[in-house]
Nanobody, 117 residues
Framework: QVQLVESGGGLVQPGGSLRLSCVASGENLSIGVMAWYRRTPGKQRELIAAVTRAGTTNYADSVKGRFTISRDNAKNTVLFQMNSLKPEDTAVYYC???????????WGQGTQVTVST
């Protein structure tokens, strides 16, 4: 059983920054792609950034140039640096991971990010 635990959400003013982190734990852990999703009320969960084990990254257009995803394979950790935050970035952010081999998906519990004055 793999668990993903997120931290780092909170309230920030427009233009501010936050950093989210997510740590994967479990027996025989071997993680493939890691990613961050977000969901706003009334909308589906949206993929906003992903990173492979090799460090290849992809971003949604809405966050490109403002957010940076990175990972530490040795620590099974993915980080998400969010800069120049806007009110429309307000959402619950979810950590996501896939096993390196085989099938399946893992999700964190979600962390609230609120961008407001």
């Amino acid at each position: 059983q793999v668990q993903l635990v997120e931290s780092g959400g909170g309230l920030v003013q427009p233009g501010g920054s936050l950093r989210l982190s997510c740590v994967a734990s479990g027996e025989n852990l071997s993680i493939g792609v890691m990613a961050w999703y977000r969901r706003t009320p009334g909308k589906q969960r949206e993929l906003i950034a992903a990173v492979t084990r090799a460090g290849t990254t992809n971003y949604a257009d809405s966050v490109k140039g403002r957010f940076t995803i990175s990972r530490d394979n040795a620590k099974n950790t993915v980080l998400f640096q969010m800069n120049s935050l806007k009110p429309e970035d307000t959402a619950v952010y979810y950590c996501y991971a896939e096993p390196r081999y085989g099938s399946g998906t893992y999700w964190g519990q979600g962390t609230q990010v609120t961008v407001s004055t």
